[in-house]
C-alpha cells in the first residue's frame, strides 16, 4: 500500500493511494491519510486510478475524511476510480457523499464550484 502527496500549483493537496483499500491496505495509511486530507484544512483531490479493489473499511475511511475535511471548511474530491471499485461506490451511492469526477481536470473543476 502506497499513500502519495503532491501539492499543487493552485493550492489544493493532491492524494495518490497505490493498492488494495481493504483492512490491510487502510491500517497502513489511515492514519497519514486523514491527516492530509482532513486535518491540513487544504482542499484534496484523491486519485484512486490505482485502487483496484475496496472494502467496507475503504468507503470508511474515505466518508470519514471527507466529513471532518468539511468540518474545516474544505472539499475532497475522488477521481480516477476504476472497474469494481466503481460499481462498489455506485452500489452504495457514495457520490451523494464525496464528488466523484472522472479525471484529475475534472475533479479540479469540482472543488472550483
Known amino acids: ?45 484523491v486519485d484512486l486510478s490505482d485502487v483496484p479493489y475496496l472494502t467496507s473499511m475503504g468507503i470508511r475511511m474515505l466518508i470519514v475524511a471527507a466529513k471532518a475535511a468539511k468540518g474545516k471548511n474544505a472539499k475532497i474530491v475522488l477521481f480516477g476510480v476504476q472497474g469494481l471499485v ?15 469526477a472522472s479525471d484529475e481536470k475534472h475533479a479540479l473543476e469540482i472543488l472550483k464550484a
Open 86 to 100: 466503481r460499481e462498489v461506490f455506485d452500489h452504495v451511492s457514495l457520490g451523494h457523499v464525496i464528488p466523484i
Open 1 to 45: 500500500m502506497e499513500l502519495k502527496l503532491t501539492e499543487l500549483d493552485n493550492g489544493t493537496r493532491k492524494v495518490s493511494i497505490h493498492g488494495r483499500l481493504d483492512t490491510s491496505g487502510v491500517g497502513s495509511i489511515e492514519t497519514r491519510f486523514i491527516a492530509a486530507t482532513a486535518s491540513s484544512g487544504k482542499n484534496t483531490i
